[in-house]
């Protein structure tokens, strides 16, 4: 029981710290949390000329593909931004972003909300996720759930 009781522990302390409630924020004020805050914020995807991508490999296999975009206050790209990175799927999964094509344009933007909703260009959406540092741009999000307001 012994060995058990501190493993039982740990287990419970993560779960209350993953499960905690986002702290809603605006698009300016999601740098401002300390990292590892779980945020909730609304705004607009942003489609840079250049989008960087992120892989997750295990065994050499790739895991996961993310794609680091802005949500941006306005739907004209313009206003306060926030580095978001959001983790494709080709299936419609929840949470998940459309993979974009080498040659992207702006109508190739879906997004599928936690309830599956596909949510296209210029919608506003609501983000939660995990604020992480970043060198370049002072923090980014980790997009673990997207919403309608």
Sequence with gaps: MKILLPTTCIFYAL?????????????????S?????NVAFQGYISLP????????TRNGATQAVGLELFVMTKPDATG????SIFWTSDKGEPN???PLPPSYSWNDLMVYTSEGQQV??????????EVKPDAQFHCAVNVSKIDTP
């Design 15 to 31: 779960l209350a710290i993953g499960c905690s409630k986002p702290v809603a924020v605006e698009v300016k004020d999601v740098c």
């Design 33 to 37: 949390q300390p990292p590892g805050t």
């Design 49 to 56: 000329q250049r989008i960087e991508m992120i892989q997750l």
């Design 80 to 83: 306060d931004a926030v580095r």
């Design 96 to 98: 998940k972003i459309k």
């Design 120 to 129: 296209g260009p210029g919608n506003v959406i609501r983000v939660t996720g």
